[in-house]
């Protein structure tokens, strides 16, 4: 996990060179957040171009163009400075490349990239290296004997980088991972993740007026165009079922049904593979001993489970593993335990509410930290000998409203009521402080997670069928509707949670990893006749993601096979905090973003 920033921007009366550097300093600062093991920047000028010696005239525009890069040491026991500098070409990279080139434990994989990069660099070679990679990534390359610079994301956007275009007011061009809130002198928009984009610096120098320079120095190479493994999305399956296909229950006999029995193995076996290449050969930080490097964003529920499950596969047997759990203490909910009042419950009254007798606090009881809790037992029954730390974040009421502003931040440009909600809860997971105990009877004992690595269960209901809109799809549609609805749930990933989510998560210093999303695991289900994912005739816990119930039960994992989809923000009561009855619907604009 990196930050990565650059920027280029006209010298001399275009740009003042105090405000664009007041401008730039918060955005490499929140860059250097996420990669705090290393990080240094690297500036040149490319020089107006001149229309013949004896006139000695200028034309054009000088640019100056500046990079800079931090790193999260995920791989070896040496940090990698960044940027990737060699005669002139320079590189930046944010990714995790986990299929498609051989990386050793020792190595980096920028590194490596940019080796391959200099090599062959062109405006077809490019796309075809990134195509034949599978993992996480954003990226910006310079390359100087061509004076092109080239960015993108992964065809997931599983890794934030952010755009802003020059304009007449701020003719500047700004890439970074990060914002630093809404400011008045950028602005900025999530990169598409259906190109891989080429930007003619040589040709943009050439113009008097950066921003026509710009828009005509920019090619967009579409990843559709590409004949690679990794370049796109697959497609689902529209083959429907067979007109006369039984409903049976696959969940009323002890063994798993013959008809899903290959496509349960094979989801097995895919999925175990995804999670083993994402916590494997992950470096013990200097001075933690050996505390726990693999966490998981735990509900309970059946996809963090899985994950759990998997993880303890692969982990040594003699480290811990740390389940996150996150609760808020939600004053709406509250006033609905007490009576509804419809006034704000004054501090003394919610401290009251919190205490119980063993220590606890009811108002942390969401269903996440119930479920987590039962979940937990399960896991410690299956797996004997593995020590899980089940961390239970708390987050009191003022504490929330403390840190909002600063979630909003980093979330930027996202800012959506439900964005808010979700990244509260992402905030203060992957920050990890919290508290622990062995056994229902130990006491209590104050407990932070350093690990850098946390598993996401995000995926499995876009790929699966875990929406209820899923269900209603198919009382209306059929199942071609059900079809058509997957294929919108896989169009939509790339613009939806994954860029504000690393956003979040990486402000800690910590990298989210997805197995769900590996492309392989995606291509696999992707690609199952739908009858075997899902099959809405069935109730609710049982036709929602079949497939993966049957594989958790396979597993063992009984209780979490059986348990029902809950939205993060509502079972950790992130969403609606508000007291005196206040609603506001998801899909809102936050009105009073942070200004800075």
């Known amino acids: 996990m990196c930050g990565i920033y650059c920027s280029i921007a006209a010298t001399g009366h275009h740009v003042d060179a105090e405000v664009f550097q007041a401008l730039s300093q918060p955005l490499k600062s929140a860059n250097g957040a996420r990669g705090p093991d290393a990080q240094t920047s690297y500036t040149f000028r490319l020089p107006a171009l001149r229309r013949n010696p004896s006139e000695g005239q200028a034309r054009g525009t000088e640019l100056q163009i500046e990079f800079f890069a931090s790193e999260l040491l995920l791989r070896g026991h040496t940090a990698v400075v960044q940027p990737h500098q060699k005669e002139g070409d320079v590189f930046c990279w944010n990714g995790e490349v986990f299929e498609g080139l051989d990386i050793g434990p020792e190595e980096n994989d920028g590194a490596k990239l940019f080796a391959r990069l200099r090599l062959d660099c062109t405006v077809d070679s490019v796309p075809g290296l990134l195509g034949n990679i599978e993992g996480p990534y954003a990226f910006v390359f310079y390359h100087s004997s ?89 497609r689902v399956n529209t083959a429907l079922p067979p007109k006369n296909l039984p409903s049976l229950d696959p969940f009323g006999c002890g063994a798993c049904p013959e008809a899903w029995s290959d496509a349960v193995n094979e989801l097995v076996a895919h999925l175990d593979r995804s999670v083993m290449l994402r916590v494997k050969d992950i470096p013990f930080q200097f001075g933690q001993g050996r505390k726990a490097r693999v966490a998981v964003l735990f509900s309970g529920g059946i996809d963090s489970t899985m994950l759990a499950f998997l993880a303890h596969r692969h982990v040594p047997g003699d480290e811990t593993i740390d389940l996150i ?87 930027w440009p996202s800012r959506t009521v439900m964005d808010l909600s979700l990244a509260m809860a992402l905030y203060f997971a992957s920050r990890g402080v919290g508290r622990i105990r062995s056994s229902p009877s130990e006491c209590y004992q104050p407990y932070t997670s350093h690990a850098r690595v946390l598993l ?25 509707g059900v079809i058509d609805e997957l294929q919108l749930e896989l169009d939509r990933i790339p613009t939806r949670n994954l860029g504000r989510d690393d956003r979040i998560i990486s402000s800690h210093g910590k990298e989210t990893r997805h197995p769900f999303l590996s492309l392989s695991v995606v291509s696999f289900l992707a690609g199952l006749p739908v009858y075997l994912k899902l099959d809405p005739r069935l109730d609710v816990g049982k036709g929602d993601k079949t497939l993966l119930r049957l594989a958790a039960h396979k597993l063992g994992l009984v209780e979490a096979s059986a348990r029902k989809k809950r939205a993060m923000q509502f079972g950790s009561h992130s969403a609606r905090m508000e007291a005196g009855g206040s609603e506001r619907r998801g899909e809102l604009i936050i009105v009073s973003p942070v200004d800075l």
Not at 177 to 184: F, R, T
Not at 394 to 410: K, M, Q
């Open 146 to 234: 061509s004076e092109k610079l080239y960015f993108a994301r992964d065809p997931l956007g599983r890794r934030s980088l952010l755009l802003h275009r020059p304009s007449p007011s701020f003719p500047y061009l700004l890439l970074s991972s990060v914002s630093a809130g809404n400011h008045p002198a950028y602005q900025f928009e999530e990169l598409s993740t259906e190109s891989i984009l080429c930007l003619d610096v040589g040709r943009m120098r050439q113009s008097n007026d950066v921003v026509k320079g710009f828009d005509g120095s920019l090619s967009i190479i579409p990843r559709r165009a590409l004949a690679a493994k990794f370049a796109e999305i697959s």
């Open 456 to 480: 996401n269960g995000l995926g499995s209901d876009e790929l699966l069928g875990g929406y209820g809109r899923h269900r209603t799809a198919f009382t209306a549609r059929g199942w071609g």
């Open 325 to 411: 759990n996150v609760a808020f203490e939600n004053p709406r909910k509250i006033q609905v335990q007490l009576g509804g009042k419809s006034d704000m419950l004054p501090k003394r009254e919610r401290k009251r509410y919190r205490k119980v007798a063993d220590g606890g606090t009811t108002s942390y009881l969401v269903p996440d930290r119930i479920t987590g809790l039962q979940e937990v037992e399960e896991l410690r029954k299956l797996c004997p000998g593995r020590t899980w730390n089940f961390v239970e974040v708390d987050v009191p009421y003022e504490e929330s409203l403390a840190a909002r502003s600063g979630v909003e931040a980093v979330m």
